[in-house]
């Protein structure tokens, strides 16, 4: 593969029509007026874009970041380049309706087209996509004078978005916020408050930012029940919506990160002056529902980000493997014999498929809940409509962290498989895992997921989702019909059993005090659940790549097909073993985590007392 080939040119093909049956959905009056080439046309088109003006610039503006003098943000020009580009093609509308100006496309394919360019380049990527997923929460909980004020110039990218959530001394703690906001008679607030870590949250890309500010109105509960959403924009809007002068946001200073350095990561200080504008979204005090909407779609992406990025870093690292020579392998390891390609070493393939299963799994996996969003949209069965949206909202932990912990190390083994070179910043494999470090944090760190599935999605709704997941994968299993997939299908079920064995103990000691060993356990729970989800969608791969590999001669073809076939096997018979210590400590109600104390050495100060 040419080493400015982004992605496998069989991989999206596959997993959209072969795994998914993405042309379905051209069934639904939705999608009525798109097919198979109009998803392929979509699909060429962001290859080209992010190939020849996102993919140039990933390295030069790692190198060179974005500067701040006190009053204005500069980076590369390229970046403006590529994100000017990017909001001519449509794709920031892409899945938005042909009324509002978009190409009306499924989730799964504009899922796809997201591959492309968080390949080519994160950095760059994360302003149209914040955009995007500020567009999202607008469109659905704003008023019509907040959507006419601000969504049209967002659509098309003259308007960009950003989420500022996080303050400095509250981090995901959310009900610890203190940005304020105070309504004004003419309807609007005030607001005023300090954010930090927002990403893009200052640039001169576009004519305008629009903030989406989580803050609290004085008098309003406590907790993060008081919690309502606003609209910040950078300039203020006058009465004909022209863009007009300067909102009091003002930015404070640029943050320095490992990776994604082409990228503002800003802090931001909001009313300084005490006039700074902010429009409600929906009503009072419902602010985190509103933005959970956004979360959660940012969730999918981070996860699929990660994958993304992680596969980058294995055809990178793949394509150093065949052109790099060392060692020799027997019969032919005499000294006068040439000197071998290190892909044909034993432990350089294991690293190479090990890579291999981690990214291309979490692309399956995230995709595969990017389709969900289209079932559920396209779905006029009620009672189907509610089971899938359960289904979806169990796995959207999953979807964030699993990626988001495998892809980093699909690139850590990436870096191993370049040696020496990998850890220089002459080779590219070292940007790859410092920028994809960052997703474990990103979008509520994975410890806040692996929370959140132990204690609230595995039980809400009398646990339905699970219900219908396991319904998904008996399916799935049962109608397997090629002889090698079958047994990977055999030695997943047994560890389905263990899974509902371990639900069933927590179920009983959760209302116990024993309840407080799943705060420290919860990372087992979630290394169990995540095992088994990616085994199925690995054995979902495997299955369909058996039925194809038949039905082919095509040489490149079935290499790619019994690529598959092998990930699966990798995946299941070496990383779906090792949950076996998770089940015990959750079976036996570890209590390590939560009943350690932790000592360090006094401190000087201490020691001069």
Known sequence: MAADTLINDFELPFQLYDVLGVEHLTKHSKFAEHSRETFDAVLDTANKIATQLFLPHNHVADKNEPQFDGKKVSMIDDVKVAFDAFRESGFIAGRYSFDDGGMQLPETVMTAVAGYFMAANPSTTAYPFLTTAAINVISHFASDEIKQAFMPRMLTGEFTGTMALTEPHAGSSLADIKTTAVKQEDGSYRIKGSKIYISAGDHELSDNIVHLVLAKVPGGPAGVKGISLFAVPKYRLNDDLSVGERNDVHLTGLIHKLGYRGATSTALSFGDAGDCHGYLIGEEHFGLRYMFKMMNEARIAVGFGAAMIGYRGYQYSLDYAKDRTQGRIAPNN????????????????????????????????????????????????????NELSELLDLLTPVLKAWPSEYGPKANDLGIQVLGGAGYTREYQAEQFWRDNRLNPIHEGTNGVQALDLSFRKLWQNKGLGIQILKREITQDLESISTPETAKLAGKLMPYMGHLHEVLVHLSKILQTEKALTLTGNAQALMNIFASIVVSWIWIRQASKAEQLLNDTADVDKQNFYHGKIQAAKYFIDWELPLINRDIELLNNDNAVCTNCLLYTSPSPRDMRR
């Open 334 to 385: 005499k000294p006068e014999d040439a000197a071998t390609a290190i892909i044909q070493h034993g432990d350089v393939k294991r690293m190479l498929l090990a890579q291999k299963a981690y990214s291309e799994g979490g692309i399956s996996l995230c995709l595969y809940g990017s389709n969900l969003i289209d079932r559920i949209n396209t779905c006029e069965d009620a009672t189907l409509k």
